[in-house]
Nanobody
Framework: QVQLVESGGGLVQAGGSLRLSCAAS????????MEWYRQAPGKQRELVAS???????NTADSVKGRFTIARDNAKNTVYLQMNSLKPEDTAVYYC????????????????WGQGTQVTVSS
């Protein structure tokens, strides 16, 4: 019933910028923490950035100062603004959300987006 749809990936030159979006839809009572992960071929999936419902953010040291996570609760959407991109940022980026579906659900469930490819050339 819940779906996360990602967009904004693509090919960009080193030093360029991209903005990723992830919109949640379906049965949503409370949209809690949202996160961005990335996974390069042959590498472990890693956490890039996170944001709480109230707007508290954290970013990985590897992207600190370059990436910014934000959310629009009215649109159930989380964004990842990526600036000063480097070839090592090349990966599939995934959105993750914790969602409480109804008042009868006492805990939040975990949902993942389909992933969007980001390729940075040198």
């Amino acid at each position: 019933q819940v779906q996360l749809v990602e967009s904004g990936g693509g090919l960009v030159q080193a030093g360029g910028s991209l903005r990723l979006s992830c919109a949640a839809s379906g049965r949503i009572y409370v949209l809690n923490d949202m996160e961005w992960y990335r996974q390069a071929p042959g590498k472990q999936r890693e956490l890039v950035a996170s944001i709480t419902r109230s707007g508290t953010t954290n970013t990985a040291d590897s992207v600190k100062g370059r990436f910014t996570i934000a959310r629009d609760n009215a649109k159930n959407t989380v964004y990842l603004q990526m600036n000063s991109l480097k070839p090592e940022d090349t990966a599939v980026y995934y959105c993750r959300a914790a969602i409480r579906q109804s008042i009868m659900h006492l805990t939040a469930d975990e949902y993942w987006g389909q992933g969007t490819q980001v390729t940075v050339s040198s």
